[in-house]
T-cell receptor
Framework: AQTVTQSQPEMSVQEAETVTLSCTYD???????LFWYKQPPSRQMILVIR??????QNATENRFSVNFQKAAKSFSLKISDSQLGDTAMYFC??????????FGTGTSLTVIP | ETGVTQTPRHLVMGMTNKKSLKCEQH?????MYWYKQSAKKPLELMFV???????ENNSVPSRFSPECPNSSHLFLHLHTLQPEDSALYLC?????????????FGNGTRLTVT
């Protein structure tokens, strides 16, 4: 069965610093897709970044980037130049070709002024 | 505008009431989802609809009854709920069978059962 593990329930970072959130997953498939979602206190789940497993290049979106290690089944999110608005729950998610998404339990990130 | 709209934003209901949650998406998607998010618990998938056909029912109690009249609309009918059903209910949509298509979420309905 596919599982997604986020081992850091809570993290904090100083404003303007860099933080990395970890995510590991388990699958026997070779082709799949990985996502990071952000859920601020307003509770809207927002897509942060997406990675296709067949692509070796790590995805980047402005201050957000991933470190995708397919062999290790690891998909960490790096937030550079952290801002107060980055304070939120972050969820790692996994999808194969079907309609099922698998979510991790989330990491609560607090950016400290 | 998120593309996925949920109403109401907040709902308080007694255990004997009947109410419905509504979700509408304007993204041209054909797969729609209901998730339950409780405090200190992982996101729980409840139902998945693919082209209006239910493809997943994750052992959800019958007091939750989904309805998907078309690919753009999704309802969750609630009756005789329990206090432990209090949670944030999230609707989401995606393109069916296209793995790179992410979920797009609504703002959720905060449900309180008294």
């Amino acid at each position: 069965a596919q599982t997604v593990t986020q081992s850091q329930p809570e993290m904090s970072v100083q404003e303007a610093e860099t933080v990395t959130l970890s995510c590991t997953y388990d699958t026997s498939e070779n082709n799949y897709y990985l996502f990071w979602y952000k859920q601020p206190p307003s509770r809207q789940m927002i897509l942060v970044i997406r990675q296709e497993a067949y692509k070796q290049q790590n995805a980047t979106e402005n201050r957000f980037s991933v470190n995708f290690q397919k062999a290790a089944k690891s998909f960490s999110l790096k937030i550079s130049d952290s801002q107060l608005g980055d304070t939120a729950m972050y969820f790692c998610a996994f999808r194969e070709g079907g309609n099922q998404f698998y979510f991790g339990t989330g990491t609560s990130l607090t950016v400290i002024p | 505008e998120t593309g996925v709209t949920q109403t109401p934003r907040h709902l308080v209901m007694g255990m004997t009431n009947k109410k419905s949650l509504k979700c509408e998406q304007h993204l041209g998607h054909n797969a729609m989802y209901w998730y339950k998010q409780s405090a200190k618990k992982p996101l729980e998938l409840m139902f998945v609809y693919n082209f209006k056909e239910q493809t997943e029912n994750n052992s959800v109690p019958s007091r939750f009854s989904p309805e998907c009249p078309n690919s753009s609309h999704l309802f969750l009918h609630l009756h005789t709920l329990q206090p432990e059903d209090s949670a944030l209910y999230l609707c989401a949509s995606s393109l069916a069978g296209q793995g790179r298509s992410p979920l797009h979420f609504g703002n959720g309905t905060r449900l309180t059962v008294t």
